[in-house]
């Protein structure tokens, strides 16, 4: 199993700043992943994570708006740049080793942009 | 494309009760990995259970089962003796062969007293 602390748990922001959510995992992973979650809502996967390459961004989601650090096995970052309010959501990171073991999650982040 | 879908929004039901979740979803993979996910308020995403589609028999943790049926891609949850703590919301996922998670919708679950 794995432990995921994820940092900070919410956040309120000025609408044009940045917000950097941290990820940090209890062991080494292969596989990170960011989500996004509007609250009552599905998750939608921003991004995949993997260290020593760069980020895979899913359609609606760029590299400008979310850029992601993976610097080692253990840790990533996602920053939110130039927030607005449609930014404010819930966001997860996630961990990932293998197709048949559970992905595990960080407690999550909230942010509200005003 | 993959898709996972749960018809049930919201359901509710008294407390000890049995209830059951439905989600169907879409592969055109042989081999493959389904689980549910319960998020509650606190939003920590905890596993309730998981399904290899490879094995015929269904998985079942407690009071929490699941009826796979693979030829018509059915995955649904069944809770036996709800318990006030199951409130939550629950999500159905696929697991595609990139070890990304296709998500359904979402069931909100609530147990009355």
């Known amino acids: 199993s794995a432990v995921i602390s994820q940092k900070p748990s919410r956040d309120i922001c000025q609408r044009g700043t940045s917000l950097t959510i941290q990820c940090q995992v209890d062991?080494?992973?292969?596989?990170m992943f960011w989500y996004r979650q509007q609250p009552g809502q599905s998750l939608t996967l921003i991004a995949t994570?993997?260290?020593?390459?760069?980020?895979?961004?899913e359609s609606g989601f760029v590299i400008d708006k979310f850029p992601i650090s993976r610097p080692n096995l253990t840790f990533s970052t996602l920053t939110v740049s130039n927030m607005s309010p449609e930014d404010s959501s819930i966001y997860l990171c996630s961990v990932g080793e293998a197709r048949n073991t559970e992905a595990f999650f960080g407690q999550g982040t909230r942010l509200t942009v005003v | 494309a993959q898709t996972v879908t749960q018809s049930q929004p919201e359901m509710s039901v008294q407390e000890a009760e049995t209830v059951t979740l439905s989600c169907t979803y879409d592969?055109?993979?042989?081999?493959?990995?389904l689980f549910w996910y319960k998020q509650p308020p606190s939003r920590q995403m905890i596993l309730v259970i998981r399904q290899e589609a490879y094995k015929q028999q269904n998985a079942t943790e407690n009071r929490f089962s699941v009826n796979f049926q693979k030829a018509a891609k059915s995955f649904s949850l069944k809770i036996s003796d709800s318990q006030l703590g199951d409130t939550a919301m629950y999500f159905c996922?696929?697991?595609?062969?990139?070890?990304?998670?296709?998500w359904g919708a979402g069931t909100k679950l609530i147990i009355k007293p």
């Open positions: 994570a993997n260290q020593g390459s760069e980020a895979t961004y």
């Open positions: 996922a696929h697991m595609d062969s990139n070890y990304q998670l296709i």
């Open positions: 062991s080494q992973v292969t596989m």
């Open positions: 592969t055109s993979e042989n081999n493959y990995y």
